[in-house]
């Protein structure tokens, strides 16, 4: 997701002079903070199932001091920039980082290693190389604005591909977020209504949709808060009360906090069932596990349970484990009042998407 001011702490003189890579601020391992109690490897357990994890790291390019600018990057077709990290936003040529075989840069930005294109048409290109032609099971997860990296990824694999072809089989949107107003690089559409429209085209193709949310970053006048997504995909609210909001400024780094919380949950969540559903019992409770039922979500869940959720009328709810960052504590209950998009594939929604219709 969007990552200010990665380059100018991520790249020291040691790693350009040795030709090595950026520290990477974020990965698979837990942060050392109290609310997790030990570092745990989150990839570990899809290793374990035999999965081959690979992440596309774009955060030299997600450096920007505001999130449309990374935004716009993922879906511009015009080579895309990287912020100088000797310049820290100034106008200078400084090198005080970066080695003599760099040119100037141009305005606190630098082209070198930039493929032409956007963001998702590198990911789309790189993986086309992975993967030397053969169709793998994949499951595509996107955190934050990655969501969007994702999307414009598929986008680009359908164009390439047909839209008939599934892509990933399965594709998790975790916490994603999204900038409010039409954009002139998405034609004057919004970000979110764009994705809508990809989401649509790889359900139609097989593939299952989910989507949590952890925090409320989408909540403020400048985000989009795309509700109408949720029609679209199985739907889960996360409620990480492990990492409790303070009522004063350093609930900003809460809000932080809790928006990684869903990666790090739901990756670590493969090692275990999916959280077993459970019901109120009126009139004054418990809660007590549904009899009968296989269980919510999370990375464990197969995928045409997936596909079972985005078809129903409900959504998902934590209300068990809230207190804990272990998603084998976790339960949820069902809630009523999503109405999910019945899609049709005889109707053409734009160039590469479908009409969704509300059930009645």
């Known amino acids: 997701g969007w990552q200010p001011g990665h380059n100018y702490t991520a790249f020291t003189s040691d790693n350009v002079a040795q030709n090595r890579l950026p520290a990477i601020t974020e990965g698979f391992v837990t942060p050392k903070k109290d609310a997790y109690p030990e570092p745990l490897d989150t990839a570990k357990p899809w290793r374990e199932a035999g999965y081959d994890i690979f992440a596309f790291c774009w955060a030299p390019l997600a450096d920007e001091s505001k999130p449309g600018d990374a935004e716009r990057k993922i879906w511009e077709e015009s080579s895309p920039r990287w912020k100088c990290p000797s310049c820290k936003g ?28 956007s963001v998702g048409q590198a990911f789309s290109e790189a993986w086309e190389a992975l993967r030397a032609g053969q169709r793998p099971h994949v499951h595509l997860v996107g955190h934050s604005l990655g969501s969007q990296v994702c999307c414009s990824f598929l986008r680009h694999q359908l164009e390439a591909h047909g839209s008939d072809i599934q892509v990933v089989q399965r594709f998790t949107l975790l916490d994603p977020y999204f900038t409010n107003f039409s954009k002139a690089h998405l034609q004057n559409r919004w970000p979110g209504e764009v994705v809508r429209e990809i989401v649509r085209s790889v359900s139609l193709t097989g593939t299952a949709v989910e989507q949590y949310r952890s925090s409320a970053v989408l909540d403020n006048i400048l985000s989009d808060s795309n509700k109408d997504l949720q029609q679209l995909t199985a739907y889960f609210e996360m409620k990480p009360g492990f990492l409790p909001v303070k009522y004063g400024p350093e609930d900003i780094a809460v809000l932080a906090d809790r928006h990684s919380a869903a990666k790090y949950v739901y990756f670590q969540s493969k090692a275990y069932q999916p959280p077993i559903e459970v019901a109120f019992k ?36 934590q209300v068990g484990g809230c207190e804990t960052p272990d998603p084998s504590q976790h339960t949820f209950t069902k809630r009523k009042g999503r109405l999910a998009a019945r899609l049709d594939s005889s109707r053409k929604s734009g160039s590469s998407g479908y009409a969704a219709q509300e059930q009645p």
Do not use: H
């Not at 005080?96 to 760099?102: E, H, T, V």
């Not at 305005?107 to 290693?113: D, F, L, P």
């Not at 007590?288 to 869940?301: F, K, L, M, R, T």
């Open 90 to 117: 100034c106008r200078g040529t400084g090198k005080q980082l970066l080695n003599d075989s760099f040119e100037a840069c141009q305005n606190g930005y630098r082209i070198e290693g930039m493929p032409p294109g």
């Open 282 to 317: 009126s009139p004054v409770g418990p809660w007590e596990p549904v009899d009968g039922s296989p269980g919510s979500g999370y990375a464990s869940a197969e995928d045409t349970r997936i596909q079972e959720f985005m078809q129903g009328d409900f959504y998902w709810v």
